[in-house]
């Protein structure tokens, strides 16, 4: 068991970071702006998931453990230890997806500041 936990974490944890950050540049940046608009048109609920970074790294964990096939658990039944490391894996994606978020938040109030900052700062004609 410790064994498999030693050997399958990590490879969770770097899951966990790629899917938070594929699920944020998609849904959060301009680079994807056309393929969620596109999404969004097309189908409402595809269109939701192209929106949420929450829901998108879903799918990206999900397509990560298909790809990787960690197991932190060795209950003997494959399906529920498959189940059980991709919510784990999930969980560790959504608290980075917190701090990344918060981060774009910060950034975003940093340029809004400062494009404020200029249009003050310009001299009236």
């Known amino acids: 068991m410790v064994t498999a936990l030693a050997s399958a974490l990590p490879e969770c944890i770097l899951i966990a970071l790629a899917s938070s950050s594929i699920s944020m540049t998609i849904t959060q940046?301009?680079?994807?702006?056309?393929?969620?608009?596109?999404?969004?048109?097309?189908?409402?609920?595809?269109?939701?998931?192209?929106?949420?970074f929450y829901c998108m790294s879903h799918w990206v964990v999900f397509a990560g453990m298909l790809v990787y096939h960690p197991l932190l658990l060795q209950s003997g039944v494959v399906v529920i230890?498959?189940?059980?490391?991709?919510?784990?894996?999930?969980?560790?994606?959504?608290?980075?997806?917190?701090?990344?978020?918060?981060?774009?938040?910060?950034?975003?109030?940093?340029?809004?500041?400062?494009?404020?900052?200029?249009?003050?700062?310009?001299?009236?004609?």
């Open 29 to 52: 940046t301009e680079l994807f702006a056309p393929l969620r608009a596109w999404t969004a048109k097309k189908n409402a609920m595809l269109g939701h998931l192209f929106h949420c």
């Open 81 to 125: 230890d498959w189940i059980m490391t991709a919510f784990v894996t999930l969980t560790l994606a959504t608290f980075i997806n917190g701090v990344m978020f918060k981060v774009f938040q910060a950034a975003i109030k940093t340029h809004v500041m400062k494009h404020d900052a200029q249009i003050h700062l310009q001299p009236h004609e």
